[in-house]
């Protein structure tokens, strides 16, 4: 296969290679090309070093100097700027924090450069002059559909411990298997992911778990590896549920959950939207382990544990570093994601004002994987009343049904010219107002509410 670069890549090669230098696209867009897939981000890699490239382009940024990487900045077809990372061969120094090389070492190589990365698959590079070079059999890999470390794996996540989450993450996006030499290595050495910053395995997680395979962390838990950066699965895992409801146990569950909405997602949500879901489903029943009773008859119930997932979901997401908006809709989606109203119009009205109409609409993708997760025990009823339930939504919000105090007809200001004094007072009487509006939408007029008030 002859992959296609963009006209700013061929550019900046040509520019290169007509300075006497080498230059490769390398890495996981040449990756991405061989799999017919369209890379985010392009490298290019090449023996000049960092002054030499500088002086060839008119816009550079210096944002990796010290391990050889410049960014030239060149216009693309939309007229905006776009950085093209071109990094300088090299040989990396002995890694001291199982993240980064302590020194790194620039060298003539091409080979060598490869020699340093990650996976196979991430190892090959091209030029339309030379074509695809690849020493590690990444493209066999690739039709193999493999994860496999550059040469010894130990030394790979030896040298940097996020590989080893990097392994399962690529896995999951791309829908590949681990080479079994790759896996038992990761395992042995999972404990060196205690030096890696929360930030940088967040950012591997949600990667995983956005992608269309987050059942992956399955395998990260039978390799020892959620033992070590999310614990909370773990216990999930060892909690059997023995309920008719149920025939896996809770992290079983939330694994299936977490398949079904991979499933039926496909392109309907934008990235935050299916983070927030993804991040939803994976923590709901965090707090099962907890609220677990045992009746007379053996059987297991788990009252509360929606409340309780909300808190362990915070608390975990904070660990991890995520960001203010993140936390607060996954915590809502985890609180409410079991509250299921009596079907009616008015209901409706009364779920989306107090779980927040941003969050209410999120809540049917989750509790369909939810109820596709469990057993078969009633699951036509509980997807009728889902069904019923989207009905009812969608006509309130065709017909603009008011929700929440801003689509109230009457303000503040209206009661305090009928003589109410600003205060307590007033939140009172609108709350009042609200719930009169909610139950019958065809109130919200000024007239009819002052009516109501007088």
Known sequence: MKPDLPSNVKKIIKT????GFDAYAVGGCVRDIMLNR????????????????KKLFR??????IRHGTVTVMLNDKNHEYRGYEITTYRIDGEYEDSRHPKEVVFTEDLAEDLRR??????????????GLVDRFEGELDLKRRIIKAVGDPYERFTEDALRILRAYRFAAQLGFGIDPDTEKAASTLRKNLKNISAERIQTELTKLICSPHPEVIFDMYKAGITEVILPEFDLCVKTDQKNKHHIYNVGEHTVKALMVNAQFSGVEFDSDTLRFIRYA???????????????ENGARHFK???VISERIATDIMKRLKLDNETIRVVAALVRWHDYRPE??????????????????RLLFPIRIADTLAQSMY??????????EIMKLYAGIIEEGDPVTLKDLAVKGEDLINLGYERGPEIGKKLNELLELVLEDPTCNTKEKLLSKIQ
């Open 281 to 295: 489903l994976l923590f709901h029943d965090f707090g099962k382990p907890e609220a677990m009773t045992e009746d």
């Open 343 to 360: 079907a009616t119009k008015a209901n409706v009205r009364r779920a989306m004002n107090k779980t927040g109409t941003d969050i209410y």
């Open 117 to 130: 990365r990650d996976f196979t698959i991430n190892a090959m590079a091209y030029n339309e002059e030379s």
């Open 304 to 306: 509360g544990h929606a």
């Open 16 to 19: 290169l290679q007509d300075a």
């Open 59 to 64: 816009r550079t940024i210096d944002t990796g």
């Open 38 to 53: 369209r890379p985010s981000d392009w490298d290019i890699t090449t023996n000049a070093k960092p002054d030499q490239i």
């Open 378 to 387: 009633r699951r036509e009823e509980k997807l009728s009343y889902e069904r």
